[in-house]
């Protein structure tokens, strides 16, 4: 198991979530690209989110920072063109110990967030309703899906999907229950001090 997965996380503390799901693929609404129909539903679209009176230009930035309560790589992380790859390169030596008891709940706090703050997205999740929301990962080069994908499999899209079912129930429910430690927002006090 790669020191990146978050399977293991998923099965251990999020077991509501564990599990692949198959949806078929005529009943799906895919994110794929973000400049493609549905892109809004990327966490790389560019959708600024404002936290206490910090603004990050995407929910993938967002999230990324979220793992670390560090200067540096928070710092670091805040200014690259690629969070995600440069947050990668600072886990195995600053990522947050408790990262994995509070990976689904910091999704859930970037996607309420987005929520909130963007009438573009919420008018997108509206328009999908009586549809599935899927990652579609069927062009990425490994065999499987990671946690927040599916690839197309037989007219079905099949994996963990996590993400679209997070956006789903969001889209539902108007909500998602979260619960984060009281230090999870260290990282803006950092870069409120820039």
Known sequence: MSFYSISDFIRDNYPEYWGLQSYPASECVRILKVAEEWGV????????????????????RL?????????????????ANNPKMTSKH???????????????D???????????QSEEFRQELERSKGKYIVEDQSSFPKK??????????????????????????????????YKLPDDAFA?????KQQ
């Not at 679209?45 to 995407?58: A, K, R």
């Not at 670390?68 to 200014?79: A, L, Q, R, Y």
């Not at 600072?90 to 689904?104: F, G």
């Not at 990282?187 to 870069?191: E, G, P, Q, S, T």
Request: net charge neutral; aromatic share 12%.
């Open 41 to 60: 539903f990327s966490n790389f679209g560019h959708i600024p989110i404002v936290v206490e009176g910090v603004t990050f230009d995407t929910s993938e």
């Open 63 to 79: 999230f990324q920072l979220m793992k670390f309560k560090d200067e540096e790589p928070v710092k670091t992380i805040f200014s």
């Open 90 to 104: 600072w886990e195995k030596t600053h990522r947050r110990e408790d990262w994995s008891k509070m990976i689904i």
């Open 106 to 116: 910091a999704m859930k706090f970037c996607l309420t967030k987005k929520y909130e």
């Open 144 to 177: 499987n899906p990671d946690a927040w994908g599916v690839k197309l499999r037989e007219g079905s899209y099949v994996g963990p999907n996590l993400l679209g079912r997070l956006l789903m129930e969001l889209r539902d429910k108007g909500k998602l229950e």
């Open 187 to 191: 990282f803006i006090n950092i870069l």
